[in-house]
Structure formats: C-alpha cells, structure tokens
C-alpha cells in the first residue's frame, strides 16, 4: 500500500510502518497508529508558535503529537520527534469536539498544530481543523510542506494559517533532512498563499548555508515579499557540529541580505537583537517591538496604536492587534516545551535508563501529572534539582544511580559553599545571547551565581521575562558588574560581546576589565552537568581559592555517568540514547 499524505509517498507492506513510523498497514489499509491522541494541549501565545503577523497577541490553544516525516540536524523538538515507543503511551486520546471545548473554555480565538509535524498525524488533524472550523475557530500549523498535492487539497478548506520551515532551495538541502525534492514545498507555498492561507516562512541560517537560504528567500519573495521570514539562528542542539552555529552579528548581517528582497524579516533565538522587531518598511521605525521568549518564540513589549506607525503606515496583518498578551505559565508557550523534555531525558540517560518500557513510564507520569509544571519550579534550585533526580530515580527503579549522582554534584557544590562563605562577593551580571538580554534573576543560573560565591546583579532588573528581558546601556551600566557570564544557550563569543560594548559604549568594570566567563553548552542550565558549570563559576569568580582542574572533572563525570571519557565525547552532545528510528524504513517502532 502507498501513503499519499507527504511527497515521501512510502509503500508500506502489511504489518509495517512508513518513514514517519506513524502510519501501518492492516488488512490491507493504511491507518494512523496513534489516531486522535494528543501529547501537549494547552494555551499560548501566537508568537510563541511562532506567527508575527497574525492575530498579533492572539490566545491559540496549541496542540501536538509525536514524530516527524524529516530529520533534520539540530531539530529543537528532536526529543520528541524520534521515540515512538518512549512517548507513544504517553498520548491522550480526545476527539475533536473535546479539544475544541479546551479551546473555547480557555477563550482561544483558535487551535495551532506545532512542536511536532502534522503531516505525520494527518487523518487526526483534518478531524480537528473541520471541526473547530464549523465552530468558529481559527486553525493553523507549523509544517515543513512536504504534503502531497491531494492531501493539502483536503486541508485547504479548514486551515487559516501556516509557518512553514523551509531548509532551502536546492534538493539537496531537502534530502540532507530525508526529503528527496524541494519543489513540492515551494508549490504548496504557491497554493495555500494563493488561496489565501496567511503564510509566514521559517528558514535556518547556519554557517554555511546562506547561499541556499538566500535562494529561498528570493523564491518566496517572488510569491509576495509582503511574506514575513523568520530567520532561525541555528542553535547546536542534539548531536549538531558546534561550528554550525553563526554568531548573532552574522545573523544580523545576513538578516540584511535577506531585506533587500522581503519586506519583513525576523531574527529568532538571538536574545537582545533588535532584529525581532517589525520596522516600517516606509520611514523604518519600529511598529511592533518584541523580545525572545525561549528557543524560535518572541513576545510583543511595545506597539503603535492598532498596529499603525507614526508616518501613517499600516502594518499588512492578518485579523485585529489582541489588546493584551497572554503570558503562558512555567515552561509552556511554543516550543518551550522541549527544554522541559530535554531535561528529563538528559537526567535518565545520567541515571542509565536505556529501556523503552521505563522511559515510556516516564512520560507517561510525566504527562499524566502535568510534572512539567512542578518541573519549571524545582529546575530553580540546587537543593530542589536533586528533588527530581530522586523522583526520576524511583519511577525508573534506578534508587542508586541516582544517589550516586546526588552525592557526585553535593560534594563538590558544598565544597564550593564551604568555602565561600566569608569571601567577598563579585557582582556577577548573567546575560544571554547578547549583553542586552539579561536572565530573569529567579534561575537556576543565579542560584550558580550564589553558590558559586557571587552576587547577582540581575536582581536589579525592572521586570521579568523568559527566559529574560531585554535591558538598556543604561540599565546595564547601573547593574555595573565586576564579571559577565555568558549562557550555555543563546551563547556568543566573548570577543564579541566585548564588541558589542565597545560598539554600544556600554561602561562597565566588567567590560572594561575584559573579564567576560563563557559558559560550555548544558553547563549552567537544566542538564546534571551544570555542577560542572559550578566549578567554571568559583574558578572565575574566586580564582585565589578555586583552581578546579575543569578537563579532569568533566571526565570524572562522563566516565561514571556517560560511560565514556571527556575527551571522546563531542562537546556539543546532549548526551540523548540513540533513537530505534535508525532501524530499516519499514520497521514497527
């Protein structure tokens, strides 16, 4: 039997599954193997999803499965697209009409199919679009387009908006994720913008590939350049090259190129960048300021009065400027999400838990329990961080390992803790992406910051946000620290941010010092190993008394909980079990 859904047009014999692992033959049908089940249901903002020009601040009720049709290097939602049988039992089965109550019970204007690929839940998300549209509600989804010309024929009438991921132009682009053609994305962007589906384009610049991202850039600005495209910095998460990763200031740049043919580009996963802003395309000034709001998220924090500039110019959205924004809860909004699954797979593959049984149980629990939420509150400190290992530990029936943990990260973080109780405290300034992106100073990293001897400065901040806010020259210089930490994630180069307050006049002892700590991926934040990012902080902050020999440690760590010595592991790796996906494109996984 051949699937007809995506241009992979996968022959299934019978008793096996497709590319996608999401459809079977049996009896002589192709099926949906998890149909009308659901793993995230819950409230956000459209920005999060991410769509800027539609229903600016609107309330959506986002929903997802499990998998993907591509494999793309770097995918932010790659922990849940290739593990069929880890969250498969974790799926809760709804019909549509259950969904649509949610939506309106929650005063949604609509529902939003993202963090996974719809194509993938194809029968299930039909059902849902027809449904909340013959309620009244509004449907869109986050896709990479590869669906056949028959099945968007089908979704056509019941979809109000797409983002669709674009790799680039060339078919070899497309078959580096596991697509043979680039075209039939490209001739789905024709239909549905044609058709008038509001269409805005995602593409990801990583060093290297500006050539065919510019490429497809051109092409869909040949369709409207009135389209929006959002440009993805690439962020090296899973096993990806860390060299992929472009610097902000290059991303800046070719975010310029981009402009000379669309009239509205965005930067994404670029804390502090000005260029997630929408500008006039007119006299250039900002109509609708943002800010990041975690991995490929912005919100809204200024506006022109319905959406209308100064000299007069109206920003072409599509449907009305919500009057407030809805701020999502903990870890939700987006793909925020996937931060929250990385952390639970990262702490189980440092307590060994290899079996699908075990890891399904898991996220069963984890699901079920709504933990994502508890999660979000004891990620924020040491003492409660060692909480959820034991809790993990227990659910997977690996009590030791995770004592073993604990007591590897308390000796050394009381250790540190013992010694730095009469010191002197460094007033330590934590920012993200760049040196105007300051973390919220309720996080784990400035709990670090605290441990680690320091005061933090990112106490001072005006308000709140998330991962953080965006801060002025002139907020930075009243925080004046003595050390800059960078963030494992959303990171720069030192030399870069030294430039950037170089460029910005930013004074700051800290700046003018040249004392600038970089912290490694997964150091600081979420992963076991930020008891690794602790000893970075007293080495840096304490250089008199703390001289940790940082190579040793991190082999110390990686032989009992990695099985692997430092010096063999990439260092960009999450550390994440090989996913059964790699097995022959027929197996039932």
Not at 84 to 102: H, Q, S, Y
Not at 131 to 146: D, E, F, I, K, W
Not at 442 to 457: D, I, M, P, W, Y
Request: aromatic share 10%; glycine share 8%.
């Amino acid at each position: 039997m051949r699937c007809e859904i995506c241009e992979h047009t996968c022959e299934i014999p019978e008793g096996k599954a497709g590319r996608c692992r999401m459809y079977i033959t049996s009896d002589g049908t192709i099926t949906e193997r998890f149909a009308g089940s659901y793993l995230v249901r819950y409230p956000i903002s459209i920005e999060t999803m991410p769509l800027l020009h539609f229903y600016p601040r609107g309330k959506f009720l986002q929903v997802s499965t499990i998998r993907c049709n591509f494999s793309c290097t770097g995918c932010v939602s790659e922990v849940l697209t290739r593990a069929t049988k880890k969250f498969g039992p974790a799926l809760t089965k709804l019909t549509p009409d259950e969904i649509v109550d949610r939506a309106e019970a929650e005063h949604c204007l609509g529902i939003m199919f993202c963090l996974n690929e719809p194509a993938v839940s194809f029968g299930t998300f039909l059902d849902l679009a027809e449904t909340a549209h013959s309620r009244g509600l509004l449907v869109g989804c986050s896709t990479n387009g590869y669906f056949t010309e028959s099945a968007l024929r089908r979704l056509l009438p019941f979809i109000d908006a797409v983002n669709i991921e674009l790799n680039g132009r060339s078919d070899e682009e497309d078959q580096a994720c596991g697509a043979e053609h680039a075209e039939p994305v490209f001739r789905n962007i024709r239909t549905l913008f044609m058709n008038g589906v509001h269409v805005e384009v995602a593409v990801m610049h990583m060093n290297g590939n500006e050539e065919e991202v510019l490429a497809a850039c051109q092409e869909i600005a040949g369709i409207s350049p009135a389209i929006p495209i959002q440009v993805m910095r690439f962020i090296p998460l899973g096993s990806a090259d860390l060299s992929l990763e472009p610097s902000i200031h290059q991303s800046e740049r070719f975010c310029d190129t981009i402009r000379n043919y669309s009239s509205f580009v965005y930067l994404f996963n670029s804390p502090g960048s000005p260029y997630l802003n929408t500008l006039c395309p007119h006299c250039g000034e900002p109509v609708i300021t943002r800010e990041m709001l975690g991995p490929m998220g912005a919100r809204i924090i200024g506006l022109q009065p319905l959406g209308v500039c100064a000299c007069g110019y109206h920003l072409p959205v599509t449907g009305s400027i919500a009057s407030g924004s809805f701020l999502e809860e903990g870890m939700m909004g987006g793909y925020r999400p996937t931060r929250a699954f990385e952390i639970i797979q990262a702490i189980l593959t440092c307590l060994d838990v290899t079996d699908d049984t075990a890891c399904a149980r898991v996220w069963l629990d984890f699901m079920q329990s709504n933990y994502i939420n508890e999660l979000h509150k004891k990620i924020q400190t040491i003492d409660s961080y060692y909480e959820i290992v034991t809790y993990l530990a227990g659910l997977t029936g690996r009590e030791a390992k995770g004592a073993e943990l604990i007591e590897h990260m308390q000796a050394r973080a009381g250790f540190i803790q013992d010694h730095v109780s009469a010191l002197p405290k460094p007033r330590v300034y934590y920012m993200m992406g760049t040196p105007f992106f300051a973390l919220n100073e309720g996080r784990f990293e400035t709990r670090l910051v605290e441990a680690a001897g320091g005061f933090s400065v990112n106490r001072d901040l005006p308000r709140m946000g998330k991962p953080g806010i965006t801060v002025t020259p002139a907020d930075l210089e009243r925080m004046d620290p003595d050390i800059i930490v960078i963030s494992g994630l959303f990171s720069s180069p030192p030399e870069e941010v030294m430039a950037f307050c170089r460029e910005h006049g930013v004074c700051t002892r800290a700046a003018d010092a040249g004392k600038i700590v970089s912290m490694p991926p997964s150091w600081d934040f979420g992963n076991p190993r930020w008891i690794l990012g602790l000893m970075v902080l007293a080495n840096a902050l304490h250089p008199e008394v703390f001289q940790f020999d940082l190579d040793a440690e991190a082999d110390t760590f990686y032989r009992k909980f990695y099985g692997m010595p430092f010096v063999d592991a990439q260092p960009n790796r999450s550390f994440f079990r090989p996913d059964p996906g790699a097995a022959g494109p027929n197996e039932l996984i």
